[in-house]
């Protein structure tokens, strides 16, 4: 039996030696197959590894070519914004697109177009000058690219332009399209009903377009219904004092302002290498609406006791008509070389009278004419070397006389004045390399003015300089200087005695030089222009200045003279920014010192001015809903003083399209708030015996609200399909700032 089972048991260890056996293979294969999967593990985490570099490569590439392909571009004289559907988005017209470009901003009670909070602008359209109205009404998918040229140089930098706005449209527009619109200004808390409309604006624009010709013209009738409170202190060193304050519970100053403008204008494609444009601006000012009323109560206090009180008044009204026709002539021979040439000639004739009487029986009558017949000539010439190198030439000729009639308190004056002025300017533009580019020139000007006799000649040189350094694809320097030369204004060299009231006259001054002003700057722009600081120096040796001295009848006397030490130091920067997809904002900043000196005065202080907007676009319904904010009230130096001009602001509006966006309704409301704006305008002037103080409080502007409506007629299309495609395509790679 012990044998059986020691058999029995012996197969048991034969099988469980086999079962080993089986089970040592088995984990000998496993443990092929584990080393085999942790080399397989290890393959896929180095090639994880590579995988996540070149992620992290392709992303800084792809950070660098959005850079690149951005939709604003700083070039060396100008910045570069392609109009994208981004930009057009809730837009009605061209205006409400250049409110959304990089440092430009528009005023709705002024309704002025500034760039960098400066309103000295001129807007061209393809290169030329037309009608404002025009331009700001051109329907946005017209416009392909905006150029803004700061501090120009050539004819706009002589003419005294602080900046140009170049549109640039689309070539393959066919079509007509009518364009009605109107803005109307409330004032809601007005203390009569008569003074509840401010201001009512209504346009017109017709424009037609074929292959060859461009034919449009515009109509506006602006109405402006002022109506607010001003003040004025006189302190006098031998203890007089005279306050000008409103009477009763009304405002004392009323305003109306009405003006008509036509114009008709026509472009005409001879072929690809000749274009000719014409265009006529009639504007019409009649007295009977335009008028102004200033109300005051007169109290004269001597060592404090009240020694007069009685009541003055002054009145006024103006009748304006001016006319300009231009014509122009462009001729591309073959792609490198460009002429331009243009001809414009304009007549001016205003009638204006001031009356001012008191109770204490002192009155003023005064009348006045000025005529003015002017005309200018300009041929500029452009070659292109390579894609690196052109030069541009230019020749200018200005020609104007003026006739001034006046007669004050029943005794005649006139006054004529006559001025040639002969323009050259050129520049060089040179790519040097890839990092480093450059603009040299120079505008020279020569004035031979002749004032009622007195005979001057002047000379102006106006250096320019532009160098560009591009630090990275993100960050570029720009070094600008510019020089800026400006006449002398008829009322500045005028030399009438124009009474302003009983102790208040002002003086021109026919002998004022025309001021030259020294300007030097550094530009940084930063991510494409998304971020840009800009400190910059001007100063200048003659500039044009408000004057004045105390006669010794106690007459202040107001007049003009160029001043031996101007400067002023500042830092512009300017931001815009999409915050979401949605939401974008955009801001420009101007701080700055201002200092005079000039026969042992000076007078010097610190200002700042500044623009914001933040936008909401909704692209399924088309709302565009905005906040604005602008601090314009300028605080413009003299040598005794200051002069408060323009205006504060903080607003709110909806825009709402309809009708495939034919009909555009926008309701504006002015924020009634004292947060970071000033409502007083005016002026302040001081000498060792005299001081005078004015306000003028616009703070009806917190209590308004403008409704705007406009309706486009279009029957335009896109005539080049393969050009728009690729426009399409263009803009969807640049995805930029906007």
């Known amino acids: 039996m012990d044998s059986v089972k020691c058999t029995k048991d012996s197969a048991k260890c034969t099988k469980d030696s086999a079962k080993c056996t089986k089970d040592s293979a088995k984990c000998t294969k496993e443990s092929a197959k584990c080393t085999k999967e942790s080399a397989k593990c290890t393959k896929e985490s180095a090639k994880c590894t590579v995988d996540s570099a070149k992620c992290t490569k392709d992303s800084a590439k792809s950070t660098k070519e959005s850079v690149k392909t951005s939709s604003l571009e700083n070039m060396l004289d100008r910045d570069v914004q392609i109009v994208t559907d981004k930009l057009k988005a809730g837009a009605s017209s061209a205006r409400e697109v250049l409110e959304k470009v990089n440092g430009v901003s528009y005023d709705p009670y002024t309704k002025a177009i500034k760039v960098d909070n400066i309103n000295k602008v001129k807007i061209l359209v393809d290169g030329m000058e037309k009608d404002l109205e025009y331009i700001k009404n051109l329907a946005p998918d017209r416009l392909k690219k905006i150029e803004v040229i700061r501090d120009p140089g050539g004819r706009y930098g002589l003419e005294g332009y602080s900046a140009v706005i170049n549109i640039i449209l689309k070539k393959d527009y066919v079509g007509s399209e009518i364009y009605l619109g109107d803005d109307y200004m409330l004032d809601y808390k007005a203390i009569k009903p008569e003074y509840r409309t401010v201001q009512n604006n209504v346009n017109a624009t017709l424009n037609y377009v074929n292959n060859n010709i461009n034919l449009y013209g515009s109509y506006n009738n602006s109405y402006n219904n002022f109506n607010f409170n001003t003040s004025m202190k006189k302190q006098y060193s031998d203890g007089l004092v005279i306050e000008d304050n409103t009477i009763n519970n009304d405002v004392n100053n009323h305003i109306k302002e009405y003006s008509n403008n036509y114009t008709l204008g026509v472009d005409y494609y001879l072929n690809p290498k000749n274009t000719i444009s014409f265009e006529s601006d009639i504007s019409v000012q009649p007295a009977s609406n335009n008028t102004t009323n200033l109300l005051f109560n007169v109290r004269n206090y001597f060592q404090g006791t009240l020694t007069d009180n009685y009541n003055s008044q002054e009145t006024g009204t103006s009748k304006e008509l001016i006319t300009t026709n231009t014509l122009y002539y462009i001729f591309k021979p073959d792609e490198n070389n460009e002429f331009n040439a243009n001809f414009s000639y304009s007549y001016l004739n205003h009638d204006y009278s001031t009356n001012y009487h008191d109770y204490l029986l002192f009155s003023s009558n005064q009348l006045g004419n000025d005529k003015k017949n002017s005309s200018k000539f300009y041929l500029e010439y452009t070659h292109t070397f390579s894609s690196i190198s052109n030069l541009e030439l230019g020749y200018g000729n200005v020609w104007l006389k003026e006739n001034n009639s006046f007669v004050a308190m029943s005794l005649p004056y006139s006054f004529t004045y006559d001025d040639i002025r002969q323009k050259l300017y050129g520049y060089y533009s040179l790519q040097a390399t890839k990092k480093f580019s450059l603009k040299l020139g120079a505008a020279g000007e020569t004035s031979t003015p002749d004032a009622d006799g007195i005979k001057k000649h002047y000379y102006l040189l106006e250096p ?275």
């Open 464 to 738: 320019y300089a532009d160098l560009k350094y591009n630090l990275s694809e993100l960050v570029n320097f720009k070094l600008k200087y510019r020089a800026e030369g400006t006449y002398p204004s008829v009322d500045e060299t005028n030399p009438f005695i124009y009474i302003i009231d009983k102790e208040n006259v002002k003086i021109g001054n026919p002998l004022l030089q025309p001021e030259l002003v020294h300007k030097i700057s550094l530009q940084a722009n930063i991510i494409s222009g998304i971020l840009t600081f800009e400190p910059y120096y001007h100063f200048s040796n003659n500039m044009i200045a408000e004057t004045g001295y105390l006669r010794s009848d106690n007459i202040f006397v107001m007049d003009y003279n160029n001043i031996s030490n101007y400067t002023r130091r500042g830092l512009i920067a300017r931001l815009t920014i999409p915050l979401t997809k949605s939401l974008f904002l955009e801001s420009n900043a101007d701080i700055f010192n201002n200092a005079m000196k000039y026969n042992g005065v000076s007078n010097e202080f610190n200002f700042w001015t500044m623009s914001s907007q933040l936008i909401y676009q909704n692209e399924k319904f088309g709302t565009t809903i905005g906040l604005k904010y602008q601090k314009n009230l300028v605080k413009d130096i003299t040598l005794l003083g200051y002069q408060n001009e323009n205006n504060d602001l903080w607003i709110s509006f909806i825009q709402q399209p309809f009708f495939k966006q034919r009909l555009n309704i926008m309701l504006l409301y002015f924020i009634p708030t004292d947060f970071g704006v000033n409502y007083d305008q005016g002026s302040f002037k001081q000498t060792a015996s005299y001081q005078e103080i004015k306000y003028a409080d616009i703070s009806l502007i917190k209590n308004l609200f403008m409704f705007q409506v406009n309706y486009r007629i279009s029957k335009g299309k896109s005539a080049k399909n393969t050009e728009k495609k690729i426009d399409k395509v263009n803009e969807k790679t640049k995805k930029g700032i906007l």
